[in-house]
């Protein structure tokens, strides 16, 4: 049974194929982009990958906070154990093709998601964090998409306000005045 579910994963990875201006590539390495199966074969992938390479680190404390979600990674640390250069070194080692391309902390805050950690007067504050090249746009909602997913970014920011503890004077890293 292990065995036929194997090659039928091999088969339906494999089918990796995709169109970009009337032709049809096939990549000779990684999992079909799109398909229903990829991202659990990629979290798959990286949980196994996380168990044998990373969760030491943690166990001897060298890492005081590891979290990872999707492709997004938050690492905290003490710099009297061990410092960035061998934690990128070393995890830029362990496979050829996954590569840690490294956010430094700025003005004691870290981008992380969609969210911007701050660390002041002892105390963590999180508020939205918005990437420069983000738009305030949303489908219009005369448009010709299914009602699904014009309401989607209305429920997705609801959704925000309400469980996101944030200073209601503070939004995306600018104070407001009352």
């Known amino acids: 049974?292990?065995?036929?579910?194997?090659?039928?994963?091999?088969?339906?990875?494999?089918?990796?194929?995709?169109?970009?201006?009337?032709?049809?590539?096939?990549?000779?390495?990684?999992?079909?982009?799109?398909?229903?199966?990829?991202?659990?074969?990629?979290?798959?992938?990286?949980?196994?990958?996380?168990?044998?390479?990373?969760?030491?680190?943690?166990?001897?404390?060298?890492?005081?906070?590891?979290?990872?979600?999707?492709?997004?990674?938050?690492?905290?640390?003490?710099?009297?154990?061990?410092?960035?250069?061998?934690?990128?070194?070393?995890?830029?080692?362990?496979?050829?093709?996954?590569k840690l391309n490294t956010t430094y902390e700025q003005h004691n805050s870290v981008d992380f998601l969609d969210l911007t950690i701050t660390h002041q007067h002892k105390k963590l504050e999180i508020d939205i964090y918005r990437k420069p090249t983000a738009t305030d746009t949303t489908i219009n909602f005369l448009s010709n998409h299914p009602t699904e997913q014009k309401t989607a970014a209305y429920r997705y920011h609801r959704t925000g306000m309400h469980s996101l503890p944030l200073d209601p004077n503070k939004r995306n890293g600018r104070q407001y005045k009352q």
Do not use: C, W
């Open 1 to 98: 049974m292990t065995q036929q579910i194997i090659s039928l994963l091999r088969i339906v990875l494999t089918q990796n194929y995709f169109t970009f201006q009337q032709t049809s590539y096939q990549p000779n390495q990684g999992i079909a982009m799109g398909s229903p199966i990829s991202s659990l074969i990629a979290e798959i992938f990286l949980q196994q990958y996380e168990d044998k390479n990373i969760k030491h680190l943690i166990d001897t404390k060298n890492i005081a906070y590891y979290a990872r979600y999707v492709d997004d990674i938050l690492i905290i640390f003490d710099t009297t154990k061990i410092s960035l250069h061998t934690i990128t070194r070393y995890i830029n080692n362990i496979h050829s093709n996954i």
